[in-house]
Each structure stands twice: as structure tokens, then as C-alpha cells.
């Protein structure tokens, strides 16, 4: 069935994120939404109150909607429940996962890093995300994948605003030795691999926002064509 122009703006607008193409602090005007994405006011409007709703845009009384800017405080909230939920679901993906769902996240691991080396930064951005909401799926508890969902969208604001264009991405094994000690059913290993790795991400991050440009046409054009 064909997304509706609602669907489209937030799939657009979360992949934009997601992507790091779409930096915090950015305008989403709804002129320039409506003009983008073929649509009325109505349907940028019921998309902006999903989006917000989904903690990834604040409404500004007479100024308008905007992605929201985490503070340095919220980057390390943020990154402290990543490690506390995302450590019990690797836990419970060791205990539980199905041989395909282990498949599938070592294919991953595996097709993530064929992505990276092949220097499309993008998909390899949007590609380790997944890899933890596919962790997460493993993990088997709806409740906390709901929570990592959100907490992820927000991780990638944050690296998004406070890592530069040139800061690496994942080591090439951290996603594949998680994925691993998923396999061999090793709870503890996989818990604290998954702690190592999002400390690593965050001791990456350095408090100095990009100033790359927010031109919102440039970023989500060529998404709209995608989903259209």
C-alpha cells in the first residue's frame, strides 16, 4: 500500500536523522515541507506532532517546528539508557534468539561493513543503527525495543550535531564480535561488548557542533522521491 504524505514526511525526516544528514537545530518549515513532499498543511502539521511526539522535533510558539538540540547532559542521559537497555536485550538475544534471528544479525554485521569499505558513509550510518534494533529484536522484549528505538533516533541526533563529517564510524568488529557472542549464546560476553562499544561511541563525541549546511531542500528532496 502507498505511504501517505504523513508517512512520507516522518520516514523522510527520521532517515534524514538517522543518516546524520539532517542536523539538530534545523528549520522544518511547513512551506517548504508542503513544497518538498507535493502536500497540504494538514499533513505537515499531523507529521510534525508524530515527529515530536517521537522526541526528535519541538513546536516553538509563533516560530514554528524544529529538530530538536540536545545539551551535553542529554547526550550523556541518552547514551546511559542506551547501556542499560540495550545490555538486557543482548543478554536475552543470547539466552533466546532464534538460529534465523542470529543469521540475520550476523548477515548484518557483515553487510555493514562491506558498506563502510565501500565508502558509502550514509548507508553504513543508517546500517549500524539497524544493527541495534535488529539486537534489540532478538532480545524478545517489545517494552525496551520500543524505548531503544527511540533512544537510538536520539543517539543519532546527538552524533549528528557533535560529530564531524571525518569522525570514523563502528570498528569493523564491534557489531560482528557482538553478533558472534549472540551465536554462541554467551550472555555475559555480548552484555559487555554491548557496554564497551556504546562507551567507545560516546567518548567519541566531542561537544563542538558541525556547522555543515541545514538546507532542508538539499537533504529531503531526494528522499521524497524515495518514498513517494
Given at each position: 500500500?502507498?505511504?501517505?504524505?504523513?508517512?512520507?514526511?516522518?520516514?523522510?525526516?527520521?532517515?534524514?536523522?538517522?543518516?546524520?544528514?539532517?542536523?539538530?537545530?534545523?528549520?522544518?518549515g511547513e512551506a517548504a515541507l508542503c513544497e518538498i513532499y507535493?502536500?497540504g498543511r494538514a499533513d505537515v502539521r499531523r507529521a510534525l506532532?508524530?515527529?515530536?511526539?517521537?522526541?526528535?522535533?519541538?513546536?516553538?510558539?509563533?516560530?514554528?517546528?524544529?529538530?530538536?538540540?540536545?545539551?551535553?547532559?542529554?547526550?550523556?542521559?541518552?547514551?546511559?539508557?542506551?547501556?542499560?537497555?540495550?545490555?538486557?536485550?543482548?543478554?536475552?538475544?543470547?539466552?533466546?534468539?532464534?538460529?534465523?534471528?542470529?543469521?540475520?544479525?550476523?548477515?548484518?554485521?557483515?553487510?555493514?561493513?562491506?558498506?563502510?569499505?565501500?565508502g558509502d558513509r550514509a548507508l553504513a550510518i543508517r546500517m549500524?543503527?539497524?544493527?541495534?534494533?535488529?539486537?534489540?529484536?532478538?532480545?524478545?522484549?517489545?517494552?525496551?525495543?520500543?524505548?531503544?528505538?527511540?533512544?537510538?533516533?536520539?543517539?543519532?541526533?546527538?552524533?549528528?550535531?557533535?560529530?564531524?563529517?571525518?569522525?570514523?564510524?563502528?570498528?569493523?568488529?564491534?557489531?560482528?564480535?557482538?553478533?558472534?557472542?549472540?551465536?554462541?549464546?554467551?550472555?555475559?560476553?555480548?552484555?559487555?561488548?554491548?557496554?564497551?562499544?556504546?562507551?567507545?561511541?560516546?567518548?567519541?563525541?566531542?561537544?563542538?557542533?558541525?556547522?555543515?549546511?541545514?538546507?532542508?531542500?538539499?537533504?529531503?528532496?531526494?528522499?521524497?522521491?524515495?518514498?513517494?
Amino acid at each position: 500500500m502507498p505511504q501517505t504524505n504523513e508517512e512520507r514526511i516522518i520516514d523522510g525526516v527520521l532517515t534524514a536523522i538517522s543518516e546524520h544528514r539532517l542536523k539538530a537545530g534545523t528549520k522544518l518549515g511547513e512551506a517548504a515541507l508542503c513544497e518538498i513532499y507535493g502536500c497540504g498543511r494538514a499533513d505537515v502539521r499531523r507529521a510534525l506532532v508524530t515527529l515530536r511526539a517521537r522526541n526528535v522535533v519541538e513546536l516553538q510558539k509563533n516560530r514554528g517546528a524544529f529538530v530538536v538540540t540536545p545539551t551535553p547532559r542529554d547526550a550523556h542521559n541518552v547514551f546511559q539508557a542506551r547501556r542499560a537497555v540495550e545490555k538486557t536485550l543482548a543478554r536475552s538475544a543470547a539466552r533466546t534468539a532464534t538460529p534465523e534471528q542470529i543469521r540475520r544479525l550476523q548477515q548484518h554485521a557483515d553487510e555493514e561493513i562491506g558498506a563502510r569499505r565501500s565508502g558509502d558513509r550514509a548507508l553504513a550510518i543508517r546500517m549500524s543503527g539497524n544493527f541495534h534494533l535488529i539486537l534489540g529484536e532478538a532480545g524478545g522484549n517489545e517494552v525496551l525495543l520500543g524505548f531503544l528505538k527511540d533512544l537510538v533516533m536520539r543517539s543519532s541526533l546527538i552524533i549528528g550535531l557533535y560529530a564531524t563529517r571525518q569522525a570514523p564510524l563502528c570498528q569493523d568488529d564491534d557489531h560482528r564480535d557482538i553478533a558472534a557472542a549472540v551465536g554462541r549464546g554467551d550472555e555475559a560476553e555480548a552484555s559487555a561488548l554491548v557496554e564497551t562499544h556504546l562507551r567507545h561511541l560516546e567518548a567519541s563525541i566531542h561537544y563542538e557542533p558541525d556547522t555543515a549546511s541545514n538546507d532542508l531542500r538539499t537533504i529531503l528532496a531526494p528522499l521524497s522521491q524515495k518514498t513517494a
